[in-house]
């Protein structure tokens, strides 16, 4: 092969390409991981709040639900950090912000269950 400047021209050109694809790739690949991880920072820790309030019947710290402590205390430390860490965990509150709603809601959908199958007030 002759070394011509079109030839180099052409030859840096595929680099260019070539690695502007690996960087898409890399990005790609990149923003995946992190949904993958998000997702599971939410559930797990929905999950386990959710063992801890069945096994201790909803358990209170200074009167406030432990899920929903957690859940608006991880978030302010991850305003406080506003980094990776933060970024975990603001998913850390996610979950257990979801722990508290889930179990609000199967109360109240529990007692509006009660209220339609009881006779009516005379």
Same mark, same amino acid.
């Given at each position: 092969?002759?070394?011509?400047?079109?030839?180099?021209?052409?030859?840096?050109?595929?680099?260019?390409?070539?690695?502007?694809?690996?960087?898409?790739?890399?990005?790609?690949?990149?923003?995946?991981?992190?949904?993958?991880?998000?997702?599971?920072? =939410?559930? @797990? %820790?929905?999950?386990?709040?959710?063992?801890?309030?069945?096994?201790? $019947?909803?358990?209170?710290? #200074? !009167? &406030?639900?432990?899920?929903?402590?957690?859940?608006?205390?991880?978030?302010?430390?991850?305003?406080?950090?506003?980094? =990776?860490? @933060? %970024?975990?965990?603001?998913?850390?509150?996610?979950?257990?912000?979801? $722990?508290?709603?889930?179990? #609000? !809601? &199967?109360?109240?959908?529990?007692?509006?269950?009660?209220?339609?199958?009881?006779?009516?007030?005379?």
């Amino acid at each position: 092969m002759q070394l011509s400047l079109r030839n180099l021209e052409s030859l840096e050109s595929k680099y260019v390409g070539m690695k502007n694809k690996v960087k898409r790739i890399q990005e790609t690949a990149e923003e995946t991981v992190m949904t993958v991880v998000r997702s599971a920072e =939410v559930q @797990g %820790t929905a999950f386990a709040l959710g063992v801890i309030n069945g096994r201790w $019947s909803r358990p209170e710290l #200074l !009167g &406030v639900p432990v899920d929903l402590g957690i859940g608006l205390g991880a978030h302010v430390l991850g305003f406080a950090l506003e980094d =990776v860490a @933060g %970024t975990h965990l603001h998913n850390i509150a996610d979950g257990a912000l979801a $722990s508290y709603l889930s179990s #609000l !809601g &199967v109360g109240i959908g529990n007692k509006m269950l009660q209220e339609s199958t009881s006779p009516p007030a005379k």
